[in-house]
């Protein structure tokens, strides 16, 4: 769709909907690791862990911590992870 299909207002749906991604995707990434920690099988678990990992990508995490925390299952570390993002701590991917 370019955009000249949208209307004004679906236009200021779109433009304020990307301003705010960054606290979206934060958002997201509380909620998965309380998940995490209240999930009762592996299989929720493991779909849950997915799900992470397609958020975090979408982050200037370092891909390469990512990836290891995601591969270990380490709820402490995803949350201190998420902490660092929301708190500006995390450094831009070069």
């Avoid at 949208?6 to 200021?12: G, K, P, T």
């Avoid at 997201?28 to 493991?46: G, I």
């Avoid at 390469?64 to 708190?87: F, H, S, W, Y």
Wanted: hydrophobic fraction near 35%; aromatic fraction near 4%.
């Amino acid at each position: 769709m370019s955009q000249r299909d949208l209307s004004r207002h679906q236009s200021s749906i779109v433009k304020r909907y990307y301003k705010n991604l960054d606290t979206i995707i934060a958002n997201r990434l509380q909620e998965a690791v309380t998940e995490l920690y209240l999930a009762e099988s592996d299989k929720k678990r493991a779909s849950r862990w997915k799900k992470v990992k397609t958020q975090l990508d979408k982050t200037p995490a370092d891909p390469a911590l990512v990836q290891q925390i995601v591969e270990a299952g380490d709820t402490e570390r995803l949350a201190k992870l998420v902490n660092d993002l929301v708190a500006g701590r995390v450094l831009k991917r070069d």
